[in-house]
């Protein structure tokens, strides 16, 4: 299947700092991104989706200024988490989708994100 | 209503036994169906995509069923390799649903 890598694999910072997450789709192009975090036990819930070349959207209650998403060609996007806190410690997934027949998406191995 | 639904279980079983999972999705106009793998603390994998006429992977059967609006996966002669939660993923007009996912523990 198709690769998708995602740097760093695990991230500690103080509070107030930013954090950027990258997603490489490394063997194909992925004109659309996904961007998901999920909780200890709970699933995997959808953040935004990232299309190159254009603004994100946003699922409802996700803050579009807190979660900067920039998906500036075909094989990368990028996640900040500005001014993190506590509460945004997660487990941040992106998946990048096939354009098959398909679509199947493939995800990155995750970062795991420690803010104290 | 949830976009999917899925039992979340959890599924002990013994090694061995046959398991299936289904899950139930509200939109009929839904194109593309999966079935993902997690492990914990992993991210999700592809086990294998469901088409119409349903399709087999070794132990592995998944079925579709758009009049009823659900899939199923059968898991054939369970491995203790096979405990992990399976995510029921549904694409819908170019965004994905996923179902909570369904606990499998496969018992020696």
């Known amino acids: 299947g198709a690769v998708v890598s995602q740097h760093p694999s695990r991230v500690i910072c103080k509070s107030g700092t930013s954090v950027k997450i990258e997603c490489r789709s490394l063997d194909f192009q992925a004109t659309t991104m996904f961007w998901y975090r999920q909780f200890p036990k709970q699933s995997l819930m959808l953040m935004a989706t990232s299309n190159e070349g254009s603004k994100a959207t946003y699922e409802q209650g996700v803050e579009k200024d807190k979660f900067l998403i920039n998906h500036a060609s075909l094989t990368l996007s990028t996640l900040t988490v500005t001014s993190a806190h506590p509460e945004d410690s997660s487990f941040y997934i992106c998946?990048?989708?096939?354009?098959?027949?398909?679509?199947?998406?493939?995800f990155g191995p995750g970062t795991r994100l420690t803010v104290t | 209503r949830k976009e999917v639904e899925q039992d979340p279980g959890p599924f002990n079983v013994p090694e061995g036994a046959t398991v299936a999972f289904n899950c139930t999705y509200s939109n009929s106009a839904s194109q593309s169906f999966f079935w993902y793998r997690q492990d914990c603390r992993k991210e999700p994998k592809l086990l294998m995509s469901v088409y119409s006429s349903g399709n087999e992977d070794g132990r592995f059967t998944a079925q579709l069923n758009r009049a009823s609006q659900y899939i199923s996966l059968l898991i054939r002669d369970s491995k203790l390799s096979d405990s992990a939660t399976y995510l029921c993923v549904v694409n819908g007009v170019g965004q994905f649903y996923f179902g909570t996912g369904t606990s499998l523990t496969v018992i020696p």
């Open positions: 998946s990048a989708r096939d354009e098959g027949p398909d679509y199947e998406q493939y």
